[in-house]
């Protein structure tokens, strides 16, 4: 039986360091490899040539960089362009790089599928898969292509990031410490439905942009559509958010998907301005993309788009209507799935789970 080798990719600077250690090297080559990976970008041990030959041979006995190219690539006619890699549970990933005159904007996932099930989106229609690894979240960034001119990060793909919060945290650390990508955690937004232990820690130890999907600003609509506002209402979600400082350094946004005749009206437009009132969070307007098995929800019209914007605009609230980019390849808001798997219709993990449970 081939033996299992350790992936390199996505490990920390300390890390490394300790591996080389514990493998008899002394502990600056650690500091070697994080640059050869990281920063040099190889794809193999032996590229690492500022290593001996015995010292690459010794290491590629137990250990490989772990990038995978992906399995397939799709191209909208807008220029967006969806990634297929390897992902966890037999359930494959999705990534999309988003191009927008002098920005690349790289689309994450950090899961297989979802556990979350809003109805909404076909990752959660999917059922969880697995969590990616730090090493799988890492590949993304690093095998899509023109990966060096990347100028921004959103964990909005796959997966709930605070789901698997000790993977996307290491993940922002090597992108944003000097001995990796050295990024500046501005260029880094992570989305999420509110889970509240994991997102305080996520506020507290990171200067990330947070983008928090609201989607209905009253309990009882947004649970018909979110069922985790059973064990995290998003009113207490905007209450913890409240406690940190917005206005410097980086931003808080609201994701909010405008449907027909559900969260649309002049009520729920002055609904989610008290909500997010001492935030400082501006809100994104998102069209509602069509899931298969989900005929009752439907999006509204641009103009009612532009109307919904207006009164949140007169309301004193920062709000704009988010441009849907590479739907005619399912790679728009929603609609990342993975591939060769059917939608779980009955799948539904969070509708009666307390916090404690998830």
């Given at each position: 039986m081939e033996q299992v080798r350790i992936n390199l990719l996505g490990m920390t600077l300390e890390q490394l360091r300790s591996l080389a250690v514990a493998n008899g090297l002394k502990s600056f080559v650690g500091n070697q490899i994080a640059r050869w990976i990281y920063v040099n970008r190889v794809k193999t041990i032996d590229e690492m040539t500022s290593l001996s030959v015995k010292a690459r041979a010794m290491l590629s006995e137990h250990y490989q960089v772990g990038r995978s190219e992906p399995l397939r690539v799709a191209r909208s006619t807008d220029g967006t362009v969806k990634y297929l890699f390897e992902g966890a549970g037999s359930r494959d990933i999705e990534?999309?790089?988003?191009?927008d005159r002098d920005r690349a904007t790289l689309c994450v996932s950090s899961q297989a599928g979802c556990k979350m099930n809003c109805r909404f989106c076909m990752t959660g229609r999917q059922g969880f898969h697995g969590n990616l690894s730090v090493a799988q979240i890492i590949n993304q960034v690093l095998s899509v292509e023109n990966s060096a001119d990347l100028t921004n990060i959103v964990f909005m793909g796959m997966g709930e990031p605070t789901d698997n919060l000790d993977a996307v945290m290491q993940a922002i650390e090597v992108l944003t410490a000097p001995w990796g990508f050295a990024w500046s955690p501005k260029r880094i937004t992570v989305s999420t439905i509110g889970n509240i232990p994991a997102l305080r820690k996520l506020c507290q130890q990171s200067r990330v942009h947070i983008a928090v999907s609201v989607h209905a600003p009253y309990a009882t609509e947004r649970q018909s559509i979110m069922p985790v506002e059973h064990a995290w209402p998003i009113s207490e979600v905007m209450a913890l958010l409240s406690e940190f400082d917005w206005a410097h350094q980086r931003r808080l946004s609201v994701e909010y998907i405008v449907f027909k005749g559900l969260n649309d009206s002049p009520r729920h437009a002055m609904a989610l301005a008290r909500l997010i009132k001492g935030t400082d969070?501006?809100?994104n307007l998102i069209r509602f993309h069509?899931?298969?098995?989900?005929?009752?929800?439907?999006?509204?019209?641009?103009?009612h788009m532009e109307d919904f914007r207006d009164r949140l605009n007169d309301l004193g609230v920062t709000a704009t209507i988010r441009a849907s980019r590479g739907e005619d390849i399912d790679a728009a808001c929603g609609q990342l799935a993975g591939k060769g798997h059917k939608i779980n219709p009955s799948y539904s993990p969070v509708n009666n789970l307390s916090i404690k449970q998830l």
């Open positions: 990534t999309v790089m988003i191009p969070a501006r809100v069509h899931v298969d098995g989900v005929d009752d929800l439907d999006g509204v019209s641009q103009r």
